[in-house]
């Protein structure tokens, strides 16, 4: 049974970099296959892709935060993490981490984290 698990801080300042991390058990994050996922949800409004990670390393980011927005990884540790640079109070949301299958379907979350934006 795979888990994934975010951890970070719950408060950042406007124009400072948010970053978190996601834990992986039971499974390795270099297994081919799977593409390891941030996604959130700003209150009251839709889930949003960040990006994902996949098992080579590769990234790839949604087109709307992708000039702010890192993906990488510790396979020594079986994590990734995110790193999002100057962010607004719009950033302020529920941040999940999960496993994205190839069929394009997340079988696994984490059980998300808030992250307020705010001095």
């Known amino acids: 049974q795979v888990q994934v698990q975010e951890s970070g801080p719950g408060l950042v300042k406007p124009s400072q970099t948010l970053s978190l991390t996601c834990t992986v058990s039971g499974g390795s994050i270099t297994t081919s296959g799977n593409f390891w996922s941030w996604i959130r949800q700003p209150p009251g409004k839709a889930l949003e892709w960040i990006g994902y990670i996949d098992s080579t390393g590769g990234t790839r980011y949604s087109p709307s935060l992708k000039s702010r927005t890192s993906i990488s990884r510790d396979t020594s540790n079986n994590q990734f993490s995110l790193q999002l640079t100057s962010v607004t109070p719009e950033d302020t949301a529920v941040y999940y981490c999960?496993?994205?299958?190839?069929?394009?379907?997340?079988?696994?979350w984490g059980q998300g984290t808030q992250v307020t934006v705010s001095s």
């Open positions: 999960a496993r994205l299958r190839g069929t394009w379907e997340i079988d696994y």
